[in-house]
């Protein structure tokens, strides 16, 4: 029962161009999400959110669009940098407890120089 | 400025023995939460903690796993009798609180290194 999937095990950009992350869920309790980025060996680290009142949130090279009705989300990254590759985690809460975060299986986001 | 600490890293243990992971909360972090992922699976919710409390354990197998925060010290995540099945990376991640005894909406969790668990 997988209500958080990332259909795209790997993506493959090229330094400069954009990428695309996307994540669709099936709870539609969930009110808050979250992409969080992971290098080996070590923890992931928090990205960006946006919650279900809006259907936008930017910071930087990275963007969030929501789609409530298609309970879709995606992460936007312009322009990659070869930094940024990694595995991308999509995760998801609900109101009352807001605490307990479903991940996504992720994505890992080469970018190539 | 640590941020949340993990040990061991990598911990191996043969089948019917018990393995105890640790995590250190960031400073002024008093919410724990204590996550497992399995090979090619995300991260997934096992038990949330504050000081001396299980807030929410609905995550955590009901046999052989138990999860504590004391007053004094790491929170511990505690597996008895351990099974092949148990290998896996679990994460500890750390929030502080906000306004009353919940973290706010803005859930940002940060996360330890993980602990490599191996079953042999």
């Known amino acids: 029962d997988q209500q958080v999937k990332q259909n795209s095990p790997s993506l493959s950009v090229q330094e400069g161009r954009i990428s695309i992350l996307n994540c669709d869920y099936t709870?539609?309790?969930?009110?808050?999400f979250l992409w969080y980025k992971k290098y080996p060996a070590e923890g992931p680290t928090f990205l960006i959110s946006?919650?279900?009142?809006?259907d936008k949130n930017e910071d930087g090279r990275f963007t969030v669009f929501l789609n409530k009705s298609a309970k879709h989300l995606s992460l936007h990254i312009v322009p990659s940098q070869p930094g940024d590759s990694a595995v991308y985690f999509c995760?998801?809460?609900?109101?009352?407890?807001?605490?307990?975060?479903?991940f996504g299986k992720g994505t890992l986001l080469t970018v190539n120089p | 400025n640590a941020g949340v600490m993990q040990n061991p890293r990598h911990l191996v243990r043969r089948r019917g023995q018990e393995a105890r992971l640790r995590c250190s909360p960031m400073?002024?972090?008093?919410?724990v939460y204590w996550y497992r992922q399995l090979p090619e699976e995300g991260l997934k919710f096992m038990v949330y903690?504050?000081?001396?409390?299980?807030?929410?354990e609905s995550g955590m197998p009901k046999e052989r796993f138990s999860a504590e925060f004391p007053k004094e010290g790491p929170s511990i995540l505690r597996i008895q009798q351990v099974v092949r099945g148990d290998s896996a990376a679990y994460f500890c991640?750390?929030?502080?609180?906000?306004?009353?005894?919940?973290?706010?909406?803005?859930?940002?969790?940060?996360f330890g290194p993980g602990t490599r668990l191996t079953v042999l």
């Open positions: 946006i919650s279900s009142i809006k």
């Open positions: 991640a750390s929030s502080r609180a906000t306004s009353g005894d919940f973290p706010s909406s803005y859930n940002e969790q940060f």
């Open positions: 995760a998801a809460s609900a109101g009352g407890s807001n605490y307990k975060l479903t």
């Open positions: 709870n539609s309790m969930f009110d808050y």
């Open positions: 903690l504050q000081k001396e409390n299980i807030i929410d």
């Open positions: 400073k002024g972090h008093s919410h």
